[in-house]
């Protein structure tokens, strides 16, 4: 088998094998199969796609090119949930104690954040002690028993995805339906979940920018993974502005908090009951939907969601006191408002600009070598469509330095106040096959 072959082959709009798809993954991973060959292949994919079969063959072919972690230890259904990524994306947090309390083990392997604010363990480590340096034991003891852990990406997990991502990123090939869903899937099928959730955003703040892109992903991911024969379900959820209130680790964190209290903001606590009546449905606790949803809501309402999330902290260490008293979370030296300038309705927030703005004041990494102030970021006081009156603060700047003059200049230019503006719809669609 050559190479050349294979790239001329789909060049000219052919299905690749099972075996050729292998092969390519195999030398490539192994080095024996050069980047310009690779490149030249991930633009033939990118002009001429890839059919629902070279799509599953492509995914499962990055899974076996590294380890796999076996959670067959761990009872019942794992379900995993991943999003595609946003600004103020905080459902993790949230959403693991949340659907763990109702029976569903929830065994999750997250990395860290490259981007507005840190990733999920980024945001966790704002708790004291918190720490996800797990062994695989200690790890699937605190899913059997307390139904909810979080360690870090261990491993030799899909080394064939990290090296075509980052040939990708210099090639013009990021934005390749199956690349892009292969990418994704490969890294949750590896992890070992039975069934994984998808939350796939659209909107400024997405790496999808249409509801079209985004639902093309959505249905490559979910056939992906029922073809393999993981259990799969997306939603398409809005990302036009920032999910919630808070951009920014601690600030996240409180948010959270509020939110398993059953005093969070609107947005993010839809979102959280979307996505968790799926998992909970997945994971064989309730036959509905509807039912999922009312038992969520019951586990905020009697309190096990938040002494889930206690429970949780406490067993990686963290000091679940900060449940009952988030000033203990590392806090910021300046409040500073950022007024309107004129009397209206917001309209528009440019919610990926937004998030740099809140990166400006170290919130977030611009290069995977920086270091995050978990203290800092924006906390927004109005959302699309409310009203606000001049001088009246949009967004709290929280802050380590006192002059934010360019963090405010950010926010100015990415938010609009109009004579009128409507709430844009969060939840888009629901994807099940």
Same mark, same amino acid.
């Given at each position: ?78 379900? @995993? %949930? ?7 994306? !905080?459902? /993790?947090?949230?959403?693991? =104690?949340?659907? *763990? $309390? ?58 064939? @995805? %990290? ?7 210099? !090639?013009? /090939?990021?934005?390749?339906? =199956?690349?892009? *869903? $292969? ?251």
């Amino acid at each position: 088998m050559r190479m050349v072959d294979i790239i001329e082959k789909k060049r000219e709009g052919g299905e690749l094998t099972t075996e050729e798809i292998k092969f390519f993954i195999e030398g490539y991973t192994k080095g024996s199969i050069p980047d310009y060959q690779a490149s030249a292949l991930a633009m033939a994919i990118y002009f001429q796609d890839m059919t629902d079969r070279e799509r599953a063959d492509l995914t499962m072919a990055m899974v076996h090119s590294g380890e796999t972690i076996d959670l067959s230890a761990i009872d019942g259904v794992k379900v @995993d %949930k991943h999003s595609t990524g946003g600004v103020g994306d !905080t459902t /993790t947090l949230v959403l693991a =104690p949340m659907v *763990a $309390s109702l029976g569903v083990p929830v065994a999750k392997m997250s990395g860290r954040g490259l981007g507005h604010t840190g990733g999920t363990i980024d945001k966790l480590e704002s708790v004291k002690g918190f720490h996800v340096e797990l062994t695989k034991e200690q790890f699937i003891d605190f899913v059997n028993n307390s139904k909810v852990a979080v360690m870090g990406q261990t491993g030799n997990l899909t080394p064939a @995805d %990290k090296k075509l991502y980052a040939l990708r990123d210099v !090639t013009g /090939t990021v934005n390749s339906i =199956p690349l892009i *869903a $292969s990418s994704i899937m490969s890294k949750k099928i590896a992890a070992g979940a039975d069934a994984i959730v998808l939350d796939v955003k659209t909107g400024a703040g997405a790496f999808m920018k249409t509801e079209e892109d985004s639902e093309k992903l959505a249905h490559a991911m979910v056939k992906i993974g029922n073809n393999v024969g993981r259990k799969t379900m997306a939603i398409i959820s809005d990302m036009s502005q920032p999910l919630g209130f808070a951009i920014g680790n601690a600030l996240e964190v409180k948010e959270a908090i509020d939110t398993l209290r059953g005093e969070g903001p609107e947005d993010l606590t839809e979102l959280v009951l979307t996505l968790g009546s799926q998992m909970v449905v997945l994971g064989k606790k309730a036959k509905t939907l509807e039912e999922a949803r009312e038992k969520l809501l019951e586990a905020i309402k009697n309190g096990k969601a938040l002494e889930k999330f206690k429970e949780f902290l406490k067993n990686q260490g963290g000091d679940p006191s900060v449940v009952d008293n988030p000033e203990k979370l590392p806090q910021a030296k300046y409040k500073i408002p950022v007024p309107a300038k004129e009397s209206g309705y917001v309209s528009n927030m440019v919610a990926d600009q937004i998030g740099i703005a809140a990166m400006l004041l170290g919130a977030g990494r611009a290069t995977k070598e920086d270091k995050i102030d978990l203290a800092v970021g924006i906390v927004l006081n109005k959302k699309v469509g409310d009203k606000a009156e001049k001088g009246e603060s949009l967004m709290t700047i929280y802050s380590d330095r006192e002059d934010v003059e360019d963090v405010k200049a950010k926010i100015y230019e990415n938010i609009t106040i109009s004579s009128h503006a409507e709430k844009p719809v969060l939840i888009h669609k629901i994807i099940t096959e």
